[in-house]
């Protein structure tokens, strides 16, 4: 077992190269506590699969979100309550208390406990990956990021590690087709709402895919996966921050005819390989959108909130 100066000093080497990047957030003692815990529980109905997401909240403090049936896109649903949990750090490890379910990380898990304190189960930490993630253009792809440069982007910005930083779009104008992506939200536990991790995909310069740092959050339309101030994902998929995710997205530009829009765009996506969105109707341009609504096709632009997320393995296939 590795001892604390260890761990220390290999967890600060891991995240060297992302805090050399415009100064990103670094690691603090609560990091490594924070993220998803899966396995199986006994309430007294016999085994039953079960999920757990721990929210960093800064300081020593802490939210668990409890997930019967599994973590969301894998077993939990919308009709299954899910329930919450306040703790707080005491060296190396977490006490939550005071709820209908409680419990104590330590180790690498989570031992969650009930009201009378009789124990349920013990749930390991998991680190889940997009199916996605590292996926190939395939024939037909303009390749718009790859690491070596930001030739393809305004005023693109690349990290000394080959990340492309917030707030740049695309030279070339685009109207339908899929997208894939991968991003990186900032560990910023001391943020809130849109405080956190906030920048956004905007297709065609005008209709926007939430990007935020929701893990653990309910999902709302204007959180990570939504379109924004229009359509709630399906599910939240959003993985905890410092975790690569990746958006795969079918964008279908809005008809015109003439000066006038016949039919409004559409969007399917997927959140970390699991589809949170289905020909969703875009009912409005999002709100502060760079491009104004007009027939002509637009950028990719990846938006500026402040907030230091990183971009890599960025593809678009024009539909034919």
């Given amino acids: 077992m590795l001892s604390k100066l260890t761990f220390t000093v290999a967890l600060l080497f891991a995240f060297t190269s992302l805090s050399r990047a415009q100064a990103q957030p670094k690691p603090d003692a609560d990091f490594s506590f924070q ?15 079960f999920g757990i997401q721990v929210i960093a909240l800064g300081d020593g403090k802490f939210r668990a979100v409890f997930y019967p049936g599994g973590l969301p896109g894998d077993g939990w649903t919308k009709d299954k309550p899910k329930t919450k949990t306040d703790g707080v750090r005491e060296d190396d490890s977490v006490t939550f208390a005071g709820a209908r379910l409680n419990g104590t990380i330590k180790n690498g898990a989570f031992t969650l406990t009930d009201s009378r304190d009789k124990v349920m189960g013990t749930l ?18 303009i390749v718009l990021f790859d690491g070596k440069n930001a030739d ?32 990186m939200l900032p ?5 809130r709402d849109q405080g956190r991790g906030n920048s956004g995909c905007y297709l065609q310069g005008r ?18 996966g939504a379109i924004y101030g229009i359509a709630e994902p399906i599910v939240n998929m959003c993985f905890p921050p410092m975790t690569w995710q990746t958006y795969d997205i079918d964008f279908t530009a809005a008809k015109w005819e003439g000066n006038k829009k016949a039919k ?10 699991v589809l949170v969105h289905k020909d969703q109707e875009v009912t409005k341009v999002t709100t502060a959108a760079p491009v104004g609504d007009s027939p002509e096709p637009g950028p990719i632009n990846l938006q500026d909130h402040g907030h230091q997320v990183r971009f890599r393995n960025i593809w678009f296939v024009p539909t034919k």
Avoid at 267 to 273: A, E, K, L
């Fill in 124 to 141: 390991k930490k998991t680190e889940r990956e997009s199916s996605t993630l590292g996926a190939k253009p395939p024939e037909g792809a």
């Fill in 152 to 183: 393809a982007w305004e005023k693109g910005k690349v990290t000394d590690d080959g990340l492309l930083v917030q707030g740049t779009q695309t030279k070339q104008k685009f109207g339908s087709g899929t997208l894939h992506i991968e991003f």
């Fill in 35 to 49: 993220g998803e815990y899966a396995g199986e529980i006994d309430s007294g109905r016999g085994a039953q699969k």
């Fill in 187 to 191: 560990y910023e536990p001391k943020g």
């Fill in 207 to 224: 209709d926007e895919v939430q990007i935020l740092d929701s893990f653990g959050l309910e999902g709302k339309n204007n959180e990570c």
């Fill in 264 to 273: 409004n765009a559409f969007f399917s996506v997927r959140h970390n390989g």
